[in-house]
């Protein structure tokens, strides 16, 4: 791990995951440093082969860490960055995400707005790397059934409490799919309800390297199993409409 500065006292822990994904990285990075309040970085590498150490190395005396390496998978990596920071509020930034200005402070009104609440998550777009269209991400207020149906929590537009993750031991290394998924329900069934604030924070890019593409079947099998460990009982839903989707999907590519 090389590190090189850190702010004094950082409000939010920002960890970015990435393998091969250099041509996105740098946008990632610049929407981090370009939000208002005081971050800790750390970049998670999977030994990229592309230019990602070109652009870690740009950005590397603002960050607090990196490394380069092969590792356990993403969730391994996000919990690996987590635990090197200090910051009371946390998060992570896949490397072909970004978060919109002020993204960061918004959430943390909202978090002190809220303080049963054990994360908070905003509104996302969803972009297409290849036209540039975007449309909302699907999210709505927290509910257990809605929930139940489908996620209806954007991962990059979340700011988690490090008290709560801690509490629930980060997201699970054994899944490669849903681990954000699995965690909201984590956080919901051991701390409390999430909290819902109705502003855009971040983007989504959508590409045809991104993991709900090339593996719709693995993405439906994990998610099923999260709905059936948490709420007990899967919606018809999940049965009748998913499979359905995933096959389409997969043959309309």
Not at 60 to 73: E, I, P, T
Not at 121 to 141: D, F, M, Q, S
Not at 201 to 218: I, M
Request: hydrophobic share 45%.
């Amino acid at each position: 791990m090389s590190s090189a500065r850190s702010e004094v006292n950082p409000l939010v822990t920002v960890v970015v995951p990435s393998f091969n994904q250099g041509r996105f990285l740098n946008d990632a990075l610049t929407s981090i440093f370009e939000q208002n309040v005081p971050v800790e970085v750390f970049v998670m590498d999977g030994g990229s082969s592309d230019n990602s150490i070109d652009v870690i190395h740009k950005w590397s005396d603002r960050l607090a860490g990196w490394r380069s390496a092969k590792d356990d998978g993403q969730a391994a990596a996000i919990n690996e960055g987590i635990s090197l920071g200090k910051a009371p509020f946390v998060c992570w930034l896949n490397s072909d995400d970004w978060f919109l200005s002020n993204a960061l402070s918004t959430l943390i009104c909202a978090l002190q707005a809220n303080p049963d609440a054990p994360a908070v998550y905003g509104r996302a777009w969803n972009v297409i790397e290849h036209t540039g269209k975007r449309k909302p991400v699907w999210v709505e207020p927290f509910d257990e059934d809605r929930l139940a149906l489908r996620c209806i929590i954007s991962q990059p537009a979340t700011l988690i409490r490090r008290s709560a993750w801690d509490a629930v031991g980060g997201v699970d290394n054994k899944l490669h799919m849903v681990m954000d998924y699995d965690l909201w329900w984590r956080l919901f069934k051991h701390v409390g309800v999430l909290a819902f604030v109705d502003h855009y924070v971040a983007v989504n890019r959508e590409h045809e390297a991104t993991k709900t593409k090339t593996l719709r079947r693995r993405h439906y099998q994990e998610a099923i199993s999260v709905v059936r460990k948490y709420h007990g009982s899967v919606p018809l839903k999940w049965w009748l409409a998913q499979p359905y989707a995933v096959w389409f999907k997969s043959i309309a590519r």
